[in-house]
C-alpha cells in the first residue's frame, strides 16, 4: 500500500508570511503526527492528532497549528514565520496513538525562511 | 521536563553486534519504548518497541529493565548498510495533561568494513 505522503517537498518563504503543510496518512491509519528536525535541536514532537482531535502536543508556540480531516490527512500550519523554523517538517501515521504503535514517516517538507 | 539521553556517536566493524543505550528517567507509565533509524535524506523508520523485558524481531532485540528508565538496543552482526542516525522515543509524564513525545537526540552509528 501507498507510504505517508507530504506536499510539497520543498518551500521557500519569507518572514512573516505563513505557510500550510499537507501529510496522507497510510490509508486505515488513525493517527497523523507532525515533528521538526533541525540539526541543532534534532527531533521535535509537535501535535499529534487522532480521529479529527488533537490527543497530543509538544512545546512550540501557538504559531506552529494543525487539524485533521474526517479522512485522516492533516495539515499543518505556521503562522508569522521565523527565521528559526527553518527545518525538515515530518509527518508520521499509525494506526493506534504514536506513542503506543510504530509510526510510519513521510519524507518530509523543507521548510526554507529568508 | 523529561530527558532522553543517548550516546553521540559509535563506530562498530561488520559482523560485530551494537547495543546503543538510551535512558529515559521521566517515561509515561503507559507508553512503550520505540526506536527508529534515519539514513540521510529520509524519514525514520521503525525498528522495534517494546513495553518492558526484551523484545526481539528480525533486525533487532530491545532490552528494558524493570523500572523502564533505559533501553537497549541490540543489532546483531551489523553491515555497511547500518550506517545512520538511531533515536529512541518515549512519551514524557510530565507533560502537564498531554502526553508529549520525545525523541532522543540520535546515536550516530557508523559500520565499517
Known amino acids: 500500500k501507498a507510504g505517508v505522503t507530504q506536499t510539497p517537498r520543498y518551500l521557500i518563504k519569507t518572514r512573516g508570511q505563513q505557510v500550510t503543510l499537507s501529510c496522507s496518512p497510510i490509508?486505515?491509519?488513525?493517527?497523523v503526527s507532525w515533528y521538526q528536525q533541525t540539526p541543532g535541536q534534532g527531533l521535535q514532537f509537535l501535535f499529534e492528532?487522532?480521529?479529527?482531535?488533537?490527543?497530543n502536543k509538544g512545546n512550540f508556540p501557538g504559531r506552529f497549528s494543525g487539524r485533521q480531516f474526517s479522512n485522516s490527512r492533516s495539515e499543518m500550519n505556521v503562522s508569522t514565520l521565523e527565521l528559526g523554523d527553518s527545518a525538515l517538517y515530518l509527518c508520521?501515521?499509525?494506526?493506534?496513538?504514536?506513542?503506543?504503535?510504530?509510526?510510519?514517516f513521510g519524507p518530509g517538507t523543507r521548510l526554507t525562511v529568508l | 521536563l523529561a530527558k532522553t539521553t543517548q550516546p553521540i556517536s559509535m563506530d562498530s566493524y561488520e559482523g560485530q553486534e551494537v547495543n546503543i543505550t538510551c535512558s529515559h528517567n521521566?517515561?509515561?507509565?503507559?507508553?512503550?519504548i520505540t526506536w527508529y533509524q534515519q539514513f540521510p535524506s529520509q524519514g525514520p523508520r521503525f525498528i522495534i518497541q517494546?513495553?518492558?523485558t526484551k523484545v526481539t524481531n528480525e533486525v533487532a532485540s530491545l532490552f528494558i529493565p524493570a523500572d523502564r528508565k533505559s533501553s537497549t538496543l541490540s543489532l546483531p552482526r551489523v553491515s555497511l548498510s547500518d550506517t545512520a542516525v538511531y533515536y529512541c522515543?518515549?512519551?514524557?509524564?510530565?507533560?502537564?495533561?498531554?502526553?508529549?513525545?520525545?525523541f532522543g537526540a540520535g546515536t550516530r552509528l557508523a559500520v565499517h568494513p
Open positions: 508520521a501515521s499509525s494506526w493506534g496513538l504514536a506513542g503506543l504503535d510504530e509510526q510510519f
Open positions: 490509508s486505515g491509519h488513525r493517527s
Open positions: 492528532y487522532f480521529s479529527e482531535t488533537q490527543r
Open positions: 521521566n517515561i509515561a507509565t503507559n507508553d512503550y
Open positions: 517494546g513495553y518492558k
Open positions: 522515543l518515549v512519551g514524557d509524564r510530565f507533560s502537564g495533561g498531554y502526553n508529549k513525545l520525545i
